[in-house]
């Protein structure tokens, strides 16, 4: 299986900035979309920004000129700098993942989500 595990959450100021960080492992044969959604309290989970196969990125229109989502191949490592935060950010920002991993001789399909770190901003 591939775990996600997230880091850089925490509570800012308005204006201010995170970095969230998020590192798959595990033995992957590859990975074709990897980004991050976001759950503000009493709402759906929503897409904030993701790289897709090709390495084309999506981002949310309420966040677009503020989160820069970057990748590390390498290290299958996403990274998503937040700029000029508000409180509508607050929500907790999960780490998603598909791809393929390798177990024996068979590449097996992944979908995996990270265990969600939280970003407040207060009002």
């Known amino acids: 299986q591939v775990q996600l595990v997230e880091s850089g959450g925490g509570l800012v100021q308005a204006g201010g900035s995170l970095r969230l960080s998020c590192a798959a492992s595990?033995?992957?044969?590859?990975?074709?979309?990897m980004g991050w959604y976001r759950q503000a309290p009493g709402k759906q989970r929503e897409l904030v920004a993701v790289f897709t196969k090709g390495d084309i990125t999506n981002y949310a229109d309420s966040v677009k000129g503020r989160f820069t989502i970057s990748r590390d191949n390498a290290k299958n490592t996403v990274y998503l700098p937040m700029n000029s935060l508000k409180t509508e950010d607050t929500a907790v920002y999960y780490c998603?993942?598909?791809?393929?991993?390798?177990?024996?001789?068979?590449?097996?399909?992944?979908?995996?989500w990270g265990q969600g770190t939280q970003v407040t901003v207060p009002s």
């Open positions: 998603h993942a598909v791809g393929l991993y390798d177990r024996g001789r068979r590449l097996i399909v992944f979908a995996s």
């Open positions: 595990g033995i992957i044969f590859s990975i074709n979309a």
